[in-house]
């Protein structure tokens, strides 16, 4: 039997980043998912709901997802598992990207695990099947249960908008392709967590998305 996910967004950073505690209901094991910062509040989450993190997940490389996945990798003694390797050049460079926007002291991070399509996450008894969307950074990757009918979808889309493309590795029409071919045939019932903004469901970004209608 598939677990049932349980999740709670943490916003952390100015850039009001939804970093997400996910979790299997049944045995209470869960990931972090894109801990950009604010370390003490999502420690305080993690207590709060009493899940057992077992590892730390990345969508994407940049800086208010990334910044603080080596600090609690540490903290935690679990495993980094994503982005796609295609991200490196970000990771490498999130101390210097930190102090570029004042976020203060960052830790470069290398995963302990890379990933790439058709991969597979597990997350207590939650699986997760792996997308590379590249285009709003190289390495952009989707975490979607098809059980549960859910993803976390990083910045590739949002509610009624898509990920910037104006930053080193940005390519538009390479996200739309992604969007397009890889995310919306998901089906319109998958529900997903953006990096930014309100959840939404796919099909509501399939007929109203103004970036996606051709």
């Known amino acids: 039997m598939p677990g049932t996910p349980r999740a709670g967004i943490i916003p952390v950073t100015p850039f009001q980043q939804n970093c997400t505690l996910i979790w299997d209901e049944a045995t209470k094991v869960g990931a972090v998912v894109d801990p950009g910062g604010d370390l003490d509040r999502i420690e305080a989450a993690i207590r709060e709901h009493g899940v057992t993190v077992e590892k730390i997940l990345l969508t994407h490389g940049h800086v208010d997802h990334a910044a603080g996945a080596d600090e609690l990798r540490e903290r935690l003694g679990v495993p980094v598992e994503g982005p796609h390797r295609a991200d490196k050049f970000l990771l490498d460079s999130l101390p210097e990207t930190a102090a570029n926007y004042g976020l203060g002291e960052a830790r470069a991070v290398t995963p302990d695990r890379w990933l790439d399509e058709g991969d597979a996450v597990t997350v207590g008894g939650l699986g997760f099947d792996i997308l590379h969307c590249p285009g709003h950074s190289p390495g952009s990757v989707v ?55 309100p959840t939404g469901t796919l099909g509501e970004e399939r007929v109203s998305n103004p970036f996606l209608q051709d």
């Open 143 to 197: 975490f979607v249960s098809r059980d549960a009918r859910f993803a976390l979808v990083g910045d590739v889309v949002f509610k009624g908008s898509v990920g910037r493309t104006d930053l080193p590795g940005g390519n538009h029409d390479q996200l739309i392709r992604a969007i397009k071919e890889k995310v919306l045939p998901l089906g319109d019932d998958i529900a997903f967590i953006p990096g930014h903004g």
